[in-house]
């Protein structure tokens, strides 16, 4: 009989719980919850369980949070959570916790062809070849994935909080700007959802506000230079910034965007500056033409990466 495992992607806002086995996650069992509403993790997977004659071999957790040696806190909550809570409340013999990022990784080798859109394609990767992960959303971040001949490596990182690189003009105005404002200009300080208010901010010259979606929707309009000087500060930056992960990580297996300002941007990724910025290298610019970036559209890959992870314990 195959054996069963919870699954679960626990963000700032909405916990989605789900039954899978041999790595497949049974998108017909995806229940959310909503975090306010809960005292807990405890009480989400209690109660996800008490609803479903089932029996967990396994479980495992993504949290959108830092997680270390089998314990995570939840950010934007500060719940926290460790294996053996997640054990006690499941029944579940073998459990991992990992982060929302690395839980992506992980899904990375199960995501189905029509969830991934190609902004620079490249040559046909090997079957070891390590493959980076970019996270753009709330916040920012990245992880590496090794896929070795024991199974698959996703260490965790914290890239969205180093410095923000300023190599021209406008980069050091923008860098600046945020220091000004918000004190240490880190990558998440541009590259997310808020930093894209401050990049407008930046571009209006005159702090103007704007909410995200407000900014998306006048770059979607076309007539708002203020508007086109903020996608293309963005799409640049990103760039950069991926291009430096790329060097520092070798993924030949390729690039992989995901997040939901990853998928907002994608229309503009390859007309307002990613891909030169990307390959902007100096004398290794011809070698960034072996890597391939693509954006996940995936609502579902964190669960699916907790399934592909457990399946590998059980």
Request: charged share 20%; net charge negative; glycine share 10%.
């Amino acid at each position: 009989m195959t054996a069963l495992s919870l699954v679960s992607d626990v963000g700032g806002t909405n916990t989605r719980v789900a039954l899978a086995s041999d790595g497949v996650v049974d998108t017909s069992s995806i229940a959310r919850f909503r975090n306010a509403e809960h005292s807990g993790l405890d009480e989400i997977y209690r109660s996800y369980l008490s609803q479903r004659d089932v029996t967990c071999e396994g479980a495992c957790i993504a949290i959108a949070g830092p997680v270390m040696d089998g314990h995570g806190t939840l950010t934007n909550r500060g719940w926290s959570f460790d294996r053996d809570q997640l054990a006690a409340c499941t029944g579940a013999d073998t459990t991992a916790l990992l982060n929302d990022l690395q839980a992506q990784g992980h899904a990375v080798a199960g995501l189905p062809e029509s969830s991934l859109h190609d902004v620079i394609i490249g040559p046909r990767p090997q079957e070891h070849s390590a493959v980076l992960v970019i996270g753009v959303g709330t916040g920012f971040n990245s992880v590496p994935v090794f896929r070795t001949e024991t199974g698959v490596y996703v260490p965790p990182c914290e890239t969205g909080h180093t410095s923000f690189p300023a190599l021209s003009e406008d980069d050091l105005s923008l860098s600046q700007w945020v220091a000004r404002h918000h004190g240490f200009p880190g990558v998440e300080d541009v590259l997310s959802g808020r930093g894209l208010e401050r990049v407008y901010a930046w571009a209006s010259g005159a702090d103007t506000a704007l909410d995200s979606g407000a900014i998306m929707a006048a770059i979607a309009q076309g007539d708002d230079p203020v508007a086109d000087k903020t996608a293309r500060a963005f799409c640049t930056a990103l760039g950069r910034v991926a291009g430096d992960l790329a060097l520092t990580h070798l993924p030949f297996g390729g690039v992989y965007l995901v997040g939901g300002m990853s998928n907002a941007f994608r229309p503009y990724l390859q007309s307002h500056g990613f891909v030169d910025a990307f390959r902007a290298k100096g004398r290794f610019t011809e070698f960034m033409e072996q890597f391939a970036v693509r954006v996940v559209e995936d609502d579902y890959a964190a669960l699916t990466g907790c399934a592909r992870r457990i399946a590998e314990t059980l």
